[in-house]
């Protein structure tokens, strides 16, 4: 596509549930990286993708979290029994290798209630 | 890892010159340096990347002295809708692994 596309745009879930959330990479972008942004924080990172190369792992911040990428295109970050630290907007970019020029998506706000 | 370092915030008016420096000691051989822009409830967005020298583009030049130990940002005659937070991004200090850090938030006043 255009540009990385992420869905949903918001989510509000209940403290203990668990929430998928999809990010679709451009066309062609070998690399993806999963970041989180509290509210007036910089970003962290959480995980990264390169091609078929083991993922990055090292950001995540508990075994709560986990990401998987398919077919080397699509990943879905999956965050099981939510606490409400984990609210925060998840932002995923992708690029052409490791060029540092990365093209974010618009984030997925997690509202843990 | 060595961070970045960035001022943490900036106040300017329109139509006037901005630069943002940012200092970055252990950057290594290999290394580019991204600047990225980012406003409220949005994703950042990459502005410029340099090796060496100086790069400019439509929205903005980069200079970066010969030792690139530091990087400045500058965007020309700044407008209302350039209010944001500017991150500079270095790999070998921590890169796309670390928290980009606070930024740089630019106020432009009318």
């Known amino acids: 596509g255009a540009g990385v596309s992420q869905s949903p745009s918001n989510k509000v879930t209940e403290k203990g549930k668990d929430v998928e959330l999809r990010c679709d990479p451009i066309?062609?972008?070998?690399?993806l990286y999963w970041y989180r942004q509290s509210l007036g924080q910089g970003l962290e990172f959480l995980i990264y993708f390169q091609g078929n190369s083991a993922p990055d792992k090292s950001g995540l911040p508990s075994d709560r979290f986990s990401a998987e990428r398919t077919g080397g295109s699509v990943s879905t970050l999956t965050i099981q029994r939510t606490q409400q630290e984990d609210s925060a907007v998840y932002l995923c970019?992708?690029?052409?290798?490791?060029?540092?020029?990365?093209?974010f998506g618009s984030g997925t706000r997690l509202t843990v209630v | 890892l060595a961070k970045t370092t960035q001022p943490i915030s900036m106040d300017s008016y329109e139509g006037q010159e901005v630069n943002i420096t940012c200092s970055h000691n252990n950057i290594a051989t290999n290394d580019y340096i991204t600047w990225y822009q980012q406003f409220p409830s949005q994703g950042p967005r990459f502005i410029i990347q340099g090796y060496k020298t100086k790069v400019t583009n439509e929205v903005a030049s980069l200079f970066i002295p010969a030792d690139r130990k530091s990087s400045t940002l500058s965007l020309p005659r700044v407008s209302l809708s350039d209010t944001a937070v500017y991150y500079c991004?270095?790999?070998?200090?921590?890169?796309?692994?670390?928290?980009f850090g606070a930024g740089t938030r630019l106020f432009v006043k009318a």
């Open positions: 970019a992708s690029s052409l290798a490791e060029t540092g020029a990365y093209t």
């Open positions: 991004l270095v790999p070998s200090t921590g890169g796309f692994k670390t928290i």
């Open positions: 066309s062609g972008h070998t690399a």
